[in-house]
């Protein structure tokens, strides 16, 4: 018996076209809100934004087959996907209209095997340090009882976006 799963995403161009014209945390609680079109990624691996504050945003996510590496667990590449979307949206969530961010590196550290018995896990992110140029951040993956799963960290570059 096979297993399959189907899922749906909105046209990104729409969030896309939006960065920048509001400040980072505006922008994300747009999407939060549902008013802005998510991630595809966030369908494709099965995440959702549930929290976001200037320097931190919070996304979580339920853990299923379709996320295994042959040894039964969790596959790493999914780890390192919510974190690296959590550190990149709390340094977003600290930026001013007419500003972008990009990740320079995302250096992960696996603590904890995670499979379908974790049940929701959620990734933390939080900005540690931002300046003009670039910005630190961390992000941890806890379970439902805050035991740290994995933990990240991110630099991410800033820079100005070009006029609309």
């Not at 076209?17 to 994300?28: E, I, K, P, R």
């Not at 379709?66 to 990149?88: K, M, R």
């Not at 930026?95 to 896990?121: C, E, N, W």
């Amino acid at each position: 018996m096979g297993r399959t799963r189907t899922y749906e995403w909105e046209d990104p161009g729409r969030t896309a076209a939006a960065v920048g014209q509001a400040s980072g945390l505006d922008f994300l609680r747009e999407i939060q809100a549902g008013t802005l079109p998510a991630a595809p990624v966030g369908a494709t691996v099965g995440f959702t934004l549930d929290e976001v504050e200037k320097g931190r945003a919070v996304f979580s996510f339920v853990p299923g087959e379709e996320h295994y590496n042959p040894i039964g667990s969790v596959h790493g590449g999914v780890f390192a996907t919510l974190l690296d979307s959590a550190a990149g949206c709390a340094v977003q969530s600290m930026l001013p209209p007419g500003t972008g961010y990009t990740s320079l590196d995302l250096t992960v550290k696996f603590l904890r095997r995670i499979t379908v018995d974790t049940g929701r896990v959620r990734a933390v992110g939080t900005v540690i340090s931002a300046g003009r140029q670039t910005a630190l951040a961390q992000a941890q993956l806890v379970d439902a009882t805050d035991h740290v799963l994995a933990h990240a960290t991110s630099t991410c570059m800033i820079f100005p976006l070009p006029a609309a």
